[in-house]
């Protein structure tokens, strides 16, 4: 069985830390790659999907923020859900935006999940294991 990849896609870097550390602290093994910008996530999304090159695997999960400069993540969401490529793609959006049309819009577009960042580190590492363990241990996703 090969190893599964996660795509952080975040632009804040103390959040990066902390969803790494986060990961880290529950023994989450997964490969981890991070996007710091829609345009990131897009570009190693779609390379991935056309085969990538040796290195570039598509992820299992995508862990998206709404909030990112350039492309925003409902933008990357919109995107996403219009490849067929990508269309199943799990995607949960993970962010700090407690807007009810960010949450509304997420769903919209096709989003699997939105989990709010909690504030508090220790329920911010619970939260990110909860996710891991549904997403990439317990969910069984559609065939590639």
Request: aromatic share 6%; charged share 30%.
């Amino acid at each position: 069985m090969h190893r599964k990849t996660i795509l952080l896609v975040e632009d804040n870097l103390d959040d990066e830390a902390l969803t790494l550390r986060a990961l880290k602290r529950h023994n989450v093994a997964n490969e981890v790659v991070v996007a710091r910008d829609g345009t990131q996530a897009l570009d190693y999304l779609f390379r991935a999907a056309e085969g990538g090159d040796g290195g570039t695997a598509i992820p299992e999960l995508v862990l998206l923020d709404i909030k990112l400069p350039g492309i925003d993540g409902l933008e990357v969401l919109r995107r996403l859900r219009q490849d067929p490529r990508t269309r199943r793609l799990p995607v949960v959006m993970l962010t700090s935006s407690v807007e009810e049309s960010d949450r509304l819009a997420s769903y919209d577009l096709g989003a699997n999940s939105y989990v709010r960042k909690p504030v508090d580190f220790v329920e911010f590492s619970e939260a990110i294991k909860q996710v891991d363990l549904y997403w990439l241990v317990l969910n069984v996703a559609p065939p590639r």
